[in-house]
């Protein structure tokens, strides 16, 4: 990524002439993305560089997304960042998802005697991340997601930057959004391949057992249908088999390049 750098305090003023606003550094990140998981790895190292020059320490930053009928998406400006939010996935509580499920941000002065969530906070107090900040984003119905602060030090977090961060997170969701969307069309249009995909292979398993039984095509699917039945295999996967039997090659649509 191409070193930005941001000022929180620069949320409350409009930039000089020269100087390129939050948004459109955040705008920039989700055009340089590839996918949803690359621009969050992306906005977590961008929003913990954001973060470390306000409170003048180097904070870490997780970013948690969960998505309907897709399990949640943890991402890091480091590899200790992402750790920290996926073992608060596995104790399925904490102050992220606190976050989003109230969606308020959740402040944690000092991880080391919090008696809320004690059993992570006693984790992650002894990996050295003594205060905690979780900023949940407002993204489409059926997304939530929020941005997770982690400091070496107890008390970093004071009023004046916790209305900062919420300012800037309200910057970063409109980014946020924008790149679930993309991804989810990518998503859609994915699936919709793979779709087309697995009904062109089994309509050719289906052709092959017609010749094969001089019978119909109604008939020849039930054929299918019962051999994946009988093997406890997919529909598909029975049919892709037979066609490379006859075929000596592995079926491709014409859609395919």
Request: hydrophobic residues 40%; contains cysteine.
């Amino acid at each position: 990524m191409d070193e930005m750098n941001v000022d929180l305090a620069r949320l409350e003023s409009d930039p000089a002439p020269d100087e390129v606003s939050v948004p459109e550094q955040l705008q920039d990140l989700v055009i340089d993305s590839e996918d949803v998981g690359g621009f969050l790895n992306e906005l977590a190292a961008f929003s913990a560089s954001a973060v470390s020059q306000a409170v003048g320490v180097d904070v870490l930053c997780g970013i948690t997304l969960s998505r309907r009928r897709r399990t949640a998406t943890v991402a890091g400006s480091t590899h200790e960042a992402r750790l920290i939010d996926e073992v608060q996935q596995a104790y399925g509580d904490g102050p992220c998802l606190e976050a989003m499920r109230s969606h308020k941000t959740v402040h944690v002065p000092d991880t080391s005697t919090e008696e809320r969530w004690s059993e992570y906070c006693t984790v992650i107090a002894e990996r050295g991340h003594l205060s905690a900040l979780c900023v949940p984003l407002e993204l489409d119905e059926g997304a939530t997601a929020a941005l997770n602060f982690f400091a070496p030090q107890a008390h970093v977090y004071d009023d004046a930057t916790i209305r900062s961060c919420e300012l800037y997170a309200s910057q970063a969701e409109r980014s946020l959004r924008l790149a679930v969307r993309i991804g989810a069309k990518q998503q859609h249009a994915e699936d919709l391949q793979e779709a087309m995909h697995s009904r062109t292979v089994i309509d050719l398993a289906c052709g092959v057992i017609m010749g094969q039984n001089r019978c119909s095509q109604d008939e020849a699917f039930q054929i299918l249908k019962k051999a994946s039945s009988t093997r406890n295999q997919k529909l598909r996967d029975v049919a892709e088999s037979l066609v490379t039997s006859v075929a000596n090659h592995a079926p491709v649509a014409h859609f395919e390049p």
